[in-house]
T-cell receptor
Framework: QKEVEQDPGPLSVPEGAIVSLNCTYS??????FMWYRQYSRKGPELLMY????GNKEDGRFTAQVDKSSKYISLFIRDSQPSDSATYLC??????????FGPGTSLSVIP | EAGVAQSPRYKIIEKRQSVAFWCNPI?????LYWYQQILGQGPKLLIQ????????DSQLPKDRFSAERLKGVDSTLKIQPAKLEDSAVYLC????????????????FGPGTRLTVL
């Protein structure tokens, strides 16, 4: 079993839709959880960083962590064509080891 | 603040040839990472440096891959000899060792080097 799993998509939604991206993990040593966005031919960039279970909101983005079920979600409200990218979820241990999921490809259609 | 620089951006070689990638991290970032990202997969850590010392190279195929970070700044990653399965994007990332007030705890990635092995 891979440590971090995501549905690879591709996911295609109309502009303005609410997007839900999901991720599961198996490594109980993860203490921090991140969502990275990766545009084509670019390196990943951090979108959201969370430490505990619960919700964290930043503008149109909400990250949700449920440690009891080892489930992580990212919600994007009012999606825009500029949100079209691959979204990588990742877990990090207390000793700074980051494990990435395979990513979900998202297309937002104008 | 300048980002992480990598070169070359693209490289095409034949199998069994050698290749080297260069990375210049963000100024002041003591921690440097090299990742391999195969198409359709997430980045996989190859090696992590703290200044010029290796912290983790458990997933580096040491029979063909080598990396160094002289003087604790720039780093090079070398593959010799290359195999078809080495075709991937090689990402370099850096992070400040001790976070300052207001810092985000994240690795900053460069644009990557896309390697194609024929």
């Amino acid at each position: 079993q891979k440590e971090v799993e995501q549905d690879p998509g591709p996911l295609s939604v109309p502009e303005g839709a609410i997007v839900s991206l999901n991720c599961t993990y198996s490594n109980s040593a993860f203490q921090y959880f991140m969502w990275y966005r990766q545009y084509s031919r670019k390196g990943p960039e951090l979108l959201m960083y969370t430490y505990s279970s619960g919700n964290k909101e930043d503008g149109r983005f909400t990250a949700q962590v449920d440690k009891s079920s080892k489930y992580i979600s990212l919600f994007i409200r009012d999606s825009q064509p500029s949100d079209s990218a691959t979204y990588l979820c990742a877990g990090k241990t207390s000793y700074d080891k980051v494990i990435f999921g395979p990513g979900t490809s998202l297309s937002v259609i104008p | 603040e300048a980002g992480v620089a990598q070169s070359p951006r693209y490289k095409i070689i034949e199998k069994r040839q050698s290749v080297a990638f260069w990375c210049n991290p963000i100024s002041g970032h003591a921690t440097l990472y090299w990742y391999q990202q195969i198409l359709g997969q997430g980045p996989k850590l190859l090696i992590q440096f703290q200044n010029n010392g290796v912290v983790d190279d458990s997933q580096l195929p040491k029979d063909r891959f080598s990396a160094e970070r002289l003087k604790g700044v720039d780093s090079t990653l070398k593959i010799q000899p290359a195999k078809l399965e080495d075709s991937a994007v090689y990402l370099c990332a850096s992070r400040r060792f001790k976070l300052l007030a207001g810092d985000t705890d994240t690795q900053y990635f460069g644009p990557g080097t896309r390697l194609t092995v024929l």
